[in-house]
């Protein structure tokens, strides 16, 4: 498995477009590399959407965005027409570029052990060491985790509060409170009952 500060292994592999690419394609650049199951499938497709979305900001961070499948040229050129993606797809039917990245092997499926592309993300730096991975990707949000990391912030993250930081906030929060509509205060002083 690659970690970060390892060097980027190099690839040449068929894109969308027919041209040979390779990691020496893009000296000076970024590069994010990922990793996907298959084509015009439900989670594949909102990753591919995501980075096309968010491709004008990578452009201005200096990064290009690279997806590999084991899907054809041709399949590529489909599902990018279809979606009208604009990131590069590459095609990597012998496996050599997700053996090198550690990107096929065991996974679970709907409970079953399965050989298969592990969806992964690569951060590659001008320097072509491995600056970042992602393993295991969850779909939903992980565009921007990556662009947050190429812009060189951190990957955002929901806050998380402790259980006892959490009963403080709440208690302090109850304090504060207006009293709800409807009750009943207990009073200042008797009241005189009418005669």
């Known amino acids: ?97 997700h053996d090198a990245y550690s990107a096929y092997g065991e996974k679970t499926m709907y409970g079953k052990k399965v050989m298969g592309t592990i969806r992964s993300t690569f951060i590659i730096g001008p320097d072509r060491t491995v600056k970042h991975v992602f393993s295991g990707v969850k779909v939903d949000g992980h565009a921007d985790a990556v662009l947050a990391l190429v812009r060189g912030g951190g990957a955002p993250e929901a806050p998380r509060a402790s259980a006892s930081t959490t009963k403080g906030a709440a208690a302090k929060t109850a304090a504060k409170a207006p009293a709800k509509r409807g009750a009943v205060k207990a009073p200042a002083k008797p009241v005189a009952k009418p005669r």
């Open 1 to 97: 498995m690659l970690n970060a500060g390892d060097r980027a292994p190099d690839f040449s592999l068929e894109s969308d477009s027919g041209k040979t690419v390779s990691l020496a394609d893009f000296p000076g650049k970024t590069v994010v590399l990922y990793f996907y199951p298959k084509d015009d499938t439900p989670g594949c497709t909102r990753e591919a959407q995501a980075f096309t979305e968010a491709l004008h900001a990578f452009t201005e961070a200096g990064a290009v965005v690279l997806g590999v499948s084991r899907d054809s040229v041709e399949r590529h050129r489909k599902f990018r027409a279809k979606y009208d993606l604009g990131v590069t797809l590459l095609s990597d039917p012998d496996l050599t570029a």
